[in-house]
């Protein structure tokens, strides 16, 4: 799973697409350099999380709004 079927980041910020196309950018390319899909699926974690949780976080704080 990437994008929003991944992330599920609130439907109001538009971004389900956009992190998507962020995911599939990065995951081949992380895949081809490094030696094993276990240091890729970790890059990919370490490199998208924090990206990610700022805008589920956001997404979660205008929905109260």
Same mark, same amino acid.
């Given at each position: #799973?990437?994008?929003d079927g991944a992330h599920a980041i609130?439907?109001? #910020?538009?971004?389900?697409a956009n992190q998507a196309i962020q995911d599939g950018y990065l995951l081949p390319?992380? #895949?081809a350099e490094r030696p094993?899909?276990?240091d890729a699926f970790q890059e990919f974690y370490k490199t998208r999380h924090p990206v990610v949780k700022r805008l589920v976080t956001a997404g979660d704080? #205008?929905?109260?709004?």
């Amino acid at each position: #799973l990437i994008g929003d079927g991944a992330h599920a980041i609130s439907p109001w #910020l538009g971004q389900g697409a956009n992190q998507a196309i962020q995911d599939g950018y990065l995951l081949p390319k992380l #895949l081809a350099e490094r030696p094993s899909y276990e240091d890729a699926f970790q890059e990919f974690y370490k490199t998208r999380h924090p990206v990610v949780k700022r805008l589920v976080t956001a997404g979660d704080a #205008l929905g109260r709004f």
